[in-house]
């Protein structure tokens, strides 16, 4: 086929639609949509006004027009192909924590294999499949760090609904689905966007640790525990009580959610938790090298900030659960880790757990520590001793 020649005739790209539906589960894809490649016009206006509000996480895009216009990433864009892979929910036969081994949990989008490596190899995949039967098409394969939104590319394409909770909601697979993209210049036919919608429920916005989700659809962001926990740097105390155990993310969105109820999708075997990653110890963290850091966890997507805040986070565990043997461990880094905001939030972590060896150190601290913020908390940890 020759794209120039062919413009003028559909049938032949309805016929190739068709044959990429059928092949798409043989190439590991759960679901499959096409969509213009018209501006998202409507997304322009929602960007801007999160901007305006302070609302974005830092994370995304910095360029509004590139998220909103197919034609920045590829020249001459005629459709863009959405895709969805499914994945666990739940693990099986999980670990409990206990006295002296309390344990952290990361969130389920992080379990298995890092997403953007599985799905960028089902859209190699699949556009190596098309080239195959269109020699000169051209394509911009994204997922996740490319230029434009992933939900708003799945929701034009009919893979799902963008949900209070700012998930795509999909009929079939629930919000447990990674998504991905492909820009094209072949003309494929639209399919037409899912009517269903979330009604009158409100159980995810109900559940928000932080309210963090501030209206249907609409979350700000630096108030995200999924967001703070990929974070560098100092955490908020009034952040620190809500995040718990939680390494990295926060799916309490998608848990509550009714469209959720008893789906676990396991059939993806790169997707499958290994349970020491999913649900690991929290003391061993605190000394984790580099080295082991990414040994352990590099191939995982919740690797991608480093070892820092996932220590730090462990850190927030232990006070979490007031661990007394931790104190030994959280004393050191008070004293020794290079890191203030480690510092910091051990002595925050020491004042939560209380007792007269958490005194003691950070009475010690208090001595040498000079980085202001970290003085603070231990200034805040001693209080509680003041109060008891």
């Known amino acids: 086929m020759n794209i120039a020649k062919d413009q003028g005739s559909s049938q032949q790209w309805t016929k190739l639609k068709e044959d990429i539906i059928a092949v798409a589960p043989s190439l590991g894809i759960d679901k499959i949509g096409f969509a213009s490649a018209d501006p998202f016009l409507t997304l322009k206006d929602i960007l801007l006004r999160h901007r305006e509000l302070g609302r974005e996480s830092g994370f995304e895009e910095p360029d509004i027009d590139k998220r909103v216009y197919p034609e920045l990433s590829l020249e001459a864009p005629q459709s863009i192909i959405a895709i969805a892979v499914a994945y666990p929910s739940k693990l099986a036969d999980p670990p ?11 969130s389920r989008s992080a379990w298995g294999d890092d997403y953007h490596r599985v799905l960028k190899d089902r859209l190699i995949k699949l556009q190596a499949y098309i080239q ?12 996740d760090t490319g230029a434009l939104s992933d939900r708003a590319v799945a929701e034009r394409a009919g893979i799902g609904w963008v949900g209070k909770n700012c998930a795509v909601i999909t009929p079939e697979w629930g919000s447990w689905v990674y998504l991905g993209e492909m820009i094209t210049n072949i003309p ?21 640790p932080t309210g963090a989700l501030v209206g249907p659809g609409q ?56 349970i020491e990653l999913a649900k ?24 991608w900030r480093g070892r820092k805040p ?14 007394q043997t931790a104190v030994p461990l959280l004393g050191k880094l008070l004293l020794d880790d290079p890191r203030p905001e480690i ?46």
């Open 280 to 303: 690991p110890l929290l003391k061993p963290l605190l000394t984790m090298s580099n080295k082991e850091f990414k040994d352990k966890f590099g191939s995982s997507a919740s690797s």
């Open 219 to 274: 979350l700000h962001a630096g108030s995200c525990i999924s967001f703070i926990t990929q974070t560098k740097g100092f955490v908020e105390d009034k952040f620190k009580e809500k995040i718990g155990n939680r390494l990295y993310g926060c799916d309490t969105c998608q848990v509550v959610c009714p469209k959720n109820k008893g789906k676990n999708w396991t059939h993806h075997h790169e997707l499958t938790p290994e």
């Open 343 to 388: 510092r910091g939030t051990s002595a925050w972590a020491l004042g939560r757990i209380g007792g007269e060896e958490a005194e003691r150190m950070l009475e010690q601290a208090q001595k040498s520590e000079t980085h202001e913020q970290v003085n603070s908390d231990i200034d805040k940890a001693m209080q509680k001793f003041e109060l008891e």
């Open 310 to 323: 996932i220590q730090r986070n462990a850190i927030i565990g232990l006070g979490h659960f007031k661990d």
């Open 96 to 106: 409990r924590s206990e006295p002296g081994a309390y344990r952290g949990i990361i």
């Open 188 to 208: 494929f036919a639209p399919d037409v966007p899912v009517t269903e919608d979330c009604g009158d429920c409100t159980l995810c916005i109900d559940a928000c």
């Open 132 to 143: 195959s039967r269109v020699p000169d098409v051209r394509s911009e394969i994204m997922v």
